[in-house]
């Protein structure tokens, strides 16, 4: 059964740092890596796919690395900003249960001015 | 715009009462998903569905219902049966059969206890 963790629960970083965000997996075998960001009380945001054949992907200041074989997915935030203030989850897609989205429990992020 | 809409925002259930989330997306999504999330912890799966008449149970189905009878729409309802119905629900629908497509989420309804 898969099972995703995300490290670390909670980070607080000064306004213009470069951050990490990590993501580990049990099973390697997956199909896709998915990152989403959540503001409170909201829905999930998708921000960035990668799929099993891809190394990472990229949006602005976004950048999302996939290590199959160690089990490990990075988020990348280039120069936080407070509005980059939010929770965000990974999740691995369960191909056996519908498609269905296995999740970590998120890094609760904090950018401040 | 396309998307997803959950109603309500807010709702309150008494002791002993059956309430219906209701969900309804205009994406053309054959795929629907409803997921609980409680604080700290990740979103589990209630129920999902693949298509129109036909839904299974996901990790977290005891206490809850849901219909399909509309490609469109995926009510959810939270029976008495369903001891700690506290929680933030998320309806997510995705296209299938069209290789890795985003799941796309709503705003969520959060259920309390009267």
């Known amino acids: 059964k898969q099972e995703v963790t995300q490290i670390p629960a909670a980070l607080s970083v000064p306004e213009g740092e470069n951050l990490v965000l990590n993501c580990s997996f049990t099973?390697?075998?997956?199909?896709?890596l998915q990152w989403f960001r959540q503001d409170p009380g909201k829905g999930l945001t998708s921000l960035l796919l990668?799929?099993?054949?891809?190394r990472e992907q990229t949006s602005g200041r976004l950048n999302a690395s996939l290590d199959k074989s160690s089990g490990r997915s990075t988020l990348y935030i280039a120069a936080s900003q407070p509005g980059d203030s939010a929770t965000y989850l990974c999740?691995?897609?369960?191909?056996?249960?519908?498609?269905?989205?296995?999740f970590g429990a998120g890094t609760i992020l904090r950018v401040k001015s | 715009d396309g998307g997803i809409t959950q109603s309500p925002k807010y709702l309150f259930r008494k002791e002993g009462q059956n309430v219906t989330l209701s969900c309804e997306q205009n994406?053309?999504?054959?795929?629907m998903y409803w997921y609980r999330q409680d604080p700290g912890q990740g979103l589990r799966l209630i129920y999902y569905?693949?298509?129109?008449?036909?839904?299974q149970k996901g990790d977290i189905a005891e206490g809850y219902s849901v219909s399909r009878e509309k490609k469109e729409s995926f009510p959810l309802t939270v029976t008495s049966a369903q001891k700690n119905p506290t929680a933030f629900y998320l309806c997510?629908?995705?296209?299938?059969?069209?290789?890795?497509?985003?799941?796309?989420f709503g705003d969520g309804t959060r259920l309390s206890i009267l």
């Open positions: 990668i799929q099993s054949s891809q």
């Open positions: 569905s693949q298509i129109v008449n036909d839904f």
């Open positions: 099973d390697s075998a997956i199909y896709n």
């Open positions: 999740a691995t897609i369960d191909m056996e249960y519908g498609n269905k989205l296995v």
């Open positions: 997510a629908s995705t296209a299938v059969g069209v290789g890795n497509q985003p799941q796309h």
């Open positions: 994406l053309n999504h054959d795929a």
